[in-house]
């Protein structure tokens, strides 16, 4: 699951995900807009201990590949940032390789011998897990550029914006005094001896 979420200035968001024994639990985050660009992540395993303690980054990830089950809690905490809000990209994945322990020991009870199918098809599997892993941190570089890209654009348009009602303002002001210094006065009501 790929989420975007907002995390408020000088709060903490927890996110739970239920994990089957067995199965292999992967969380990631990465900051994409917001004060300095990093937050806190901890991911608490489901009997309360923290095994991914907070680290105040950019980006981090946890992975555990042998989980004995239950709800992990996923937290990104926004606390040391009392004005900045973050928009951060979670990404949280489930993965139960032991289903096709259980798909394959179903075949052989077919008499069906094919093991080095069923072990090629965990191997793909496996890899197109680590290339939507891969692709997720993209779309999250990608995602961040962006902002950034749209938040220097933004700077860059309003102090120009600035700049050039400074410099009319200027050139207003001086063709103002120019044509002041030529003013020629009309003192025709005094006459000269």
Known sequence: MDYKVHIDAGKED???QHVPQ????????QVLKG???????AVRHPNGNIVHPYEWRQSAEYADQTSTGGYYSVCIDNQFSRFAGKLVNLYLSVIRYDMWEKYAKE?????MNIKNFTNSIQFVERNIN????????????????????????????RWSMVQILAIAATAT??????????????NSSK???
Not at 35 to 41: K, L, V, Y
Request: proline content about 0%.
């Open 14 to 16: 927890c996110y739970f």
């Open 107 to 111: 075949v052989e009870e077919l008499d």
């Open 173 to 186: 002001l001086q063709v103002y005094f120019v044509r002041k210094l030529f003013e020629v006065k009309d």
């Open 22 to 29: 067995g199965a292999t639990f992967y969380a990631s985050y």
């Open 35 to 41: 004060g300095d660009g990093m937050c806190g992540f």
């Open 191 to 193: 006459t000269r001896i």
């Open 130 to 157: 680590d290339i939507l892993q891969y692709q997720y941190h993209s779309r999250a570089r990608e995602s961040r550029d962006y902002n950034l890209l749209q938040d220097n654009n933004a700077y860059v348009l």
